[in-house]
């Protein structure tokens, strides 16, 4: 085992090997012949070097994860694994970031058997990056409704089962809107069998996938036609910050509009607080307030991001990295 440089010579000895490794390239053999000691003493100098701190190894590359990053929301707010993307273009930043949450679940383990997804934009975008055979077959369910009066009335139910066909598994879609106009009509169609079944399918799911949106006109619940841009103000006035699998959500995590919590079909909050792994993908400015509503009531897990809302859920200086 290396110990610690404790003697002056020893230290600048290390120093000297380093620059001959890192800097003039030199083999150990070479350093060994120039400070005239054995290569065996060159490969403990170079060790204990780096773990003193006089190298420091960093990948560079602007693609590179900010792995200071990850450990730091690690640690800042309890979570099992964080992943940071870089920033580079804004306009491709929430591709990217959904491209690190395709690779995230590629490699996450242990596996999932059944996986309860929700739906937007976000999770299109892994949807596509994933690749084919991801994973062994997995069990994919919608938790929220997505059925729409939009352009894109198909997302919800595309993203889910692409999600699932490119595993080789299976899917079940829950065929309803995500807000419905009446508690009445919600109450109904969540007692059918048809929809119950889906919701208990969902309630024992082993991991849980979901984005979130803003409290804002940009909502893909209002491009949806759930909400207008009235609803929104007045959520706004209630503290919204964003919602999660539908549900408009405060700072605190609570529920800024019970009224409209209850007409909205699908995964609870609690259920989702209560899992033992829940996968947040949130990139943009615009999603930062959710972002920390998320991390700070304990609905995630894990935490897929951009560098951006990494550095603001760490409080940090704009541009200053971890």
Do not use: C
Request: charge should be negative.
């Amino acid at each position: 085992m290396v110990g610690h440089i404790n003697e002056l010579d020893n230290e600048l000895l290390a120093v000297r090997a380093a620059e001959l490794y890192y800097e003039e390239n030199k083999t150990q053999d070479e350093i060994g012949a120039i400070l005239r000691i054995t290569r065996w003493k060159v490969g403990r100098l170079l060790h204990a070097a780096r773990a003193e701190g006089i190298v420091r190894i960093e990948i560079a590359h602007p693609k590179a994860r900010r792995l200071g990053m990850e450990h730091a929301l690690v640690e800042s707010y309890g979570l099992t694994s964080a992943v940071v993307v870089p920033r580079e273009s804004d306009s491709t930043i929430t591709a990217r970031v959904a491209g690190a949450a395709a690779d995230y679940l590629v490699s996450m383990r242990p596996r999932t058997h059944t996986l309860g997804v929700s739906w937007g934009n976000t999770l299109h975008h892994l949807a596509a990056a994933l690749p084919p055979e991801w994973s062994t077959p997995v069990r994919v369910v919608q938790v929220n409704g997505g059925v729409t009066k939009s352009a894109s009335p198909g997302l919800a139910a595309a993203t889910a089962t692409m999600i699932a066909d490119k595993s080789g598994g299976e899917v079940t879609l829950m065929p309803t809107p995500a807000i419905l106009e009446r508690v009445e009509t919600k109450n109904a169609i969540e007692a059918d069998r048809s929809v119950s079944s889906v919701l208990d399918e969902a309630n024992t799911a082993d991991t849980y996938l979901f984005s979130a949106g803003p409290a804002s006109e940009v909502s893909i619940h209002v491009h949806s036609g759930y909400v207008d841009p009235a609803q929104i103000r007045k959520l706004q006035s209630l503290g919204a910050v964003g919602d999660v699998l539908g549900r408009y959500i405060t700072s605190d995590g609570d529920i800024a509009d019970p009224e409209l919590d209850q007409r909205t079909l699908g995964l609870s909050m609690a259920r989702l607080r209560q899992a033992e792994r829940s996968i947040a993908v949130v990139a943009g400015k615009d999603k930062h307030p959710v972002a920390k509503a998320i991390v700070t009531s304990g609905l995630a897990t894990v935490l897929i991001t951009d560098e951006d809302t990494a550095a603001f859920l760490l409080d940090l200086p704009e541009g200053k990295v971890a």
